[in-house]
């Protein structure tokens, strides 16, 4: 059986011209990037190539690229890193909202228990962050603002520009992060438009590989260090450059940004017969994704009276992969902190799949799942006790 | 002209056999270790694999492995985690060597900017730490002794056991850290052995791939995690899973334990040819590497009146790779930390070269060595208007 992903947002295959680029940083170009002999030149010359990849996708400066172990790594150095940097015996606030990815969330929780004050912004019931609460909750000693560029669930994109507009308003000086690691295969990462001075991004969602990702700090922003050693990438993260994978980050960058329209237009395409679909066969249902907000690739669904992890393992005897919400929080009983943000009630969001598209799919494979999927609810619906129509 | 590379605790080229067992985990069996479908389960498969492959290099259960970016990871995670975890709020002292890597030093020096006390215990000529003086080194409020099993730069082994027997006569517990990075190709790591309660790896120093890197953690013991987010590795370290990187340790770590005896004998008589050409050939030196405990891969020198930077760029040019000191370190002109502490002059220490041998070296490239290496140190000298022999 040919099986069929529609978990995008959880993890991408490797493209075949990303793996063929890293393959001789394995074994024959293997220096250490830090070397001074010709072994160590030549990993550090991929390495800069990589960067001004990276910085090419953002419309950067090469050095206002670091590389990370992905983007939970590039969100912790942001979020403590400032507060190093700036907060450090003083009182300090920062501001993000309450539909962030945990790898934001968690940080926050974490320095709030070291005296940070944090506000977590709700919602609108589409998932966008109101820029009105958002002017409300900046506070003399707010220092960072951390807003996702496109949520990792159900896709609804953040007014990333309009919110760095407001913040410039601002007498002093608040720094302003977005986590674009869902937004970088479809929409425009043009740092200067979205008027950002950190930005994060991981390889792996850009069908490039796993462990490697990168961070944007715009000129002179103040960061301190969190992993201390070698002084690598300009003594904010220490450790031997991972060239193969910088090698495949770059790579992947270049054709994020090269294709993204062509892929766009075609998972637009693919979405759009999905939730047609869907919609048409199901009753009983909440579509979650606002689609005239959102990256192409998502569709989310929360079905009354049907658990989301036994869809999910249904759909996957049947071959198909689809996730409950996020992978990361995965093997966690709890409904969802980006519904519940929204609104919708535990009950229903226990219901939800998260459908995410990627530039590998086709249409044979959505009829595939338009044929599996409302049977599949239809005895789950059957099954549950409690659920009457 | 083929190079010859003897820079092998810098970085090593991945072993065919390692990035065979990695090539399917980019493109084919990509998916998120967190998912619950079909493509999570087998990237979890090969994820608890390769748990497993580590455990048995380190004769550990697999529960004790946790995956990282790498050893510069692994050492923060442990100095920092378990002040987390037990110093928070407290008097706490933490106990290191003075020629411990950047990766040690730098977070200890992190944290006492914080308010934790640390010893850097000073070491013999030999390089080796006196177990006298870390025993007048503990205190009431000692948490953890940090000691690398065997130094990048000369290549000498700790007496780590006998640290671990000292530290058990103690009736308070206090943790002990090793950072076996260097360690790993030559030396047994039997953590029951060694009697660690933490042990960090890299999987670059030993024929895997960059990127990626363990930390054992000896069941129970206290460590709260740094990099917060999707809670993998039971949340002391998230971030997704870096399936392939961790499939390349798994089999790199299998290799070493199986040919580790193998490519001692063969690594350590092409030592014996390099040191005895080179003392034979070059007068006025000295030879910081103990050949009787020490790594079979490392030959230390420092050449009077030479300076290390000069000779390294003179041996590239003959396609001859060689380092100073640490790859880490280089690009800094201060000289080695570990050489002063084993109370080598600042002005010897500058010229200073470090050989480090791998597997697949060979007789006919030592020879190549011994005969560029000695007109180049005459040459330098030569140049030197203040040598005098």
């Known amino acids: 059986m040919k099986r069929i992903y529609f978990d995008h947002s959880a993890t991408t295959p490797v493209d075949k011209r990303v793996l063929k680029e890293m393959l001789p940083y394995f074994g024959e170009i293997f220096g250490n990037a830090s070397s001074m002999h010709s072994f160590g030149r030549e990993a550090y010359k991929a390495l800069e190539q990589a960067r001004g990849r990276v910085a090419g996708l953002l419309n950067c400066a090469p050095g206002e690229i670091i590389f990370t172990s992905g ?44 005296g940070v004050a944090v506000t977590y912004l709700p919602v609108k019931p589409s998932g966008v962050v109101d820029v009105g609460e958002l002017r409300k909750a900046i506070r003399p000693e707010t220092i960072l603002v951390s807003i996702m560029y496109a949520n990792n669930e159900v896709g609804v994109i953040q007014p990333i520009a309009e919110i760095a507009q407001e913040l410039s308003k601002r007498d002093k000086k608040i720094y302003f992060h977005t986590d674009a690691t869902q937004a970088v295969n479809a929409l425009d990462c043009d740092v200067n438009k979205l008027g950002v001075d950190f930005l994060s991004l991981s ?187």
Request: proline letters at 3%; aromatic letters at 4%.
């Open 71 to 114: 983007s939970t790594e590039s969100n912790n150095l942001v979020l403590r890193g400032i507060i190093k940097a700036l907060g450090e015996g003083k009182k300090a606030h920062i501001i993000t909202s309450s539909i962030e990815h945990d790898s934001v969330m968690e940080p926050c929780a974490d320095l709030e228990k070291q």
């Open 203 to 389: 390889a792996h969602k850009i069908y490039g590989p796993k462990g490697v990702g990168a961070l944007f700090i715009k000129n002179k922003s103040p960061l301190k260090g969190i992993q201390l050693g070698g002084r690598q990438e300009k003594n904010l993260r220490s450790g031997t450059i991972n060239v193969s994978g910088i090698v495949g980050l770059g790579k992947a960058a270049e054709i994020a940004g090269e294709e993204r329209e062509k892929n766009n237009k075609k998972i637009g395409k693919l979405r759009q017969k999905l939730v047609k679909g869907i919609i048409k066969s199901i009753p009983d249902l909440l579509f979650n994704t606002d689609v005239n907000n959102s990256l192409p690739s998502h569709a989310h669904f929360s079905f009354r009276g049907a658990e989301g992890e036994s869809i999910l393992l249904y759909l996957d005897m049947e071959g198909i992969a689809v996730s409950t919400g996020s992978a990361c929080a995965s093997g966690s009983l709890e409904a969802s902190h980006v519904l519940s943000a929204m609104g919708v009630s535990e009950e229903i969001a226990h219901g939800s799949i998260r459908f995410s598209l990627g530039k590998y799919n086709t249409h044979a494979e959505i009829s595939k799942l338009l044929k599996k999927l409302p049977p599949i609810i239809g005895k789950l619906r059957k099954l549950n006790p409690i659920y009457k129509k």
